[in-house]
């Protein structure tokens, strides 16, 4: 039986759930507070991902302009692989349409080969690096763009 993806848009009383999801993600996870003032900036959009009515991933949106930033995506480790990484990736291409963005960016870890590869397969391609961006272990980050 499959389970269906339920993406909507992220509010206050979802934040602890998106803190399990991003600690098990992430090596230095976002706070609380990081939320809470993502959440009230009105250029930033975040959407969960539900199965079953658990949260199990989440997207935040910047938009700058005419283009917008991920500013982070993360999948809870215990559901991945079942498309929901690609069902918040079309959300965000949906919201782009929408607003007329010119370009979707994006920096992702070196390692992280399958983020790299959803990524490519909606079209995003290698543009710079970030020597030593992220700070737990000086990784370098790609920066990956999309022009619309």
């Known amino acids: 039986m499959e389970n269906k993806i339920i993406i909507r ?3 206050s009383q979802d934040i602890f759930s ?24 009105p250029n930033c959009l975040y959407f969960v991902a539900e199965i079953s009515n658990v949260i199990v991933g989440y997207v935040g949106l910047w938009i700058i302009v ?5 500013s982070s995506i993360a999948v809870d480790p215990s559901y991945r692989r079942l498309k ?7 959300n965000i291409f949906d919201i782009a349409q929408k607003k007329q963005l010119k370009g979707l960016t994006l920096e992702v870890r070196a390692s992280n ?8 397969s909606f079209g995003f391609k290698t543009e710079g690096r970030r020597k030593a ?11 990956m763009w999309h022009h619309l």
Request: no cysteine; glycine share 6%.
């Open 113 to 120: 080969i399958g983020a790299i590869e959803l990524y490519k």
């Open 18 to 41: 998106v803190l399990e999801v991003e600690k098990r993600s992430f090596t230095i996870p976002w706070s609380e507070e990081m939320f809470r003032i993502e959440l009230q900036n």
């Open 9 to 11: 848009s992220m509010d």
């Open 84 to 90: 929901i990484g690609r069902a918040l990736m079309q």
């Open 66 to 70: 005419d283009e917008g930033h991920i």
């Open 133 to 143: 961006y992220y700070s737990d272990n000086q990784e370098d980050a790609l920066i």
